[in-house]
């Protein structure tokens, strides 16, 4: 079956506008996570839904940064007024949640954003 | 706060020659243990996991172990061939929806 789909793949922007980075979750997941890569680095942790709520948005690393999901599946990164430290790697990552276990989460290849 | 070490950062092994990677974690209620590959350009996937009442698996080459007591876990890769080269992560869950991710390990296989 389908996985993880994100676009675009590669946005190039200029610093102080806005970019809308978007995940498509494999069908069924009702977590969806969103994560940022710098170069070389790990996975930093932005954002968690589940279904349509973000009971966890402590990663969001300032207030340009927001991000929605609607209907319980597509889900939008929004970053307001870019700058040149927003540069990375966007990974979006959904899974299946319930019961008292932690779950593996499923990752989709990634929105690389270069603000110049 | 909850964190995940990782080591080494980097680690070159012969082709053909075993790989072991490491981590420790803090949160004592951590109970489950995935182990990601991730290559150029790709999102990382799970190769391995492990839950807390189990103390080793493994999947042809790969193998993880975990020592509860100690809090810390490994992933054992034999007979390390070419395809083996990428960058992996260990993690250890917060709850039952999120992961503490390490900082990764670089693994390259010299021919």
Do not use: M
């Amino acid at each position: 079956g389908a996985g993880v789909s994100q676009s675009p793949s590669n946005k190039v922007t200029e610093k102080g506008k806005d970019v809308e980075l978007r995940c498509d979750p494999i069908s069924g997941h009702t977590a969806l996570y969103w994560y940022r890569q710098s170069l070389g680095q790990g996975l930093e942790f932005l954002i968690y839904f589940q279904g349509n709520s973000a009971p966890d948005k402590s990663g969001l690393p300032s207030d340009r940064f927001s991000a929605e999901r609607t209907g319980g599946s597509v889900s939008t990164l929004t970053i307001q007024r870019t700058q040149q430290e927003d540069s990375a790697v966007y990974l979006c990552a959904s899974s299946l949640v319930g019961g008292s276990q932690a779950r593996e989460q499923y990752f989709g290849p990634g929105t690389r954003l270069t603000v110049t | 706060g909850e964190n995940v070490e990782q080591h080494p950062s980097t680690l070159s092994v012969q082709e053909g020659d075993s790989a072991v990677i490491k981590c420790t974690y803090s949160d004592s209620a951590s109970n489950y243990f995935p182990w990601y590959k991730q290559e150029l350009g790709k999102g990382p996937q799970l190769i391995i996991d492990i839950r807390s009442n189990v103390g080793e698996k493994k999947d042809q080459r790969i193998a993880v172990t975990l020592n509860k007591t100690a809090k810390h876990f490994s992933l054992h890769i034999t007979e390390t061939q070419p395809e083996d080269s990428a960058v992996y992560f260990c993690a250890a869950s917060r709850g039952n929806y999120q992961l503490i991710w390490g900082a990764g390990t670089k693994l390259i296989i010299k021919p």
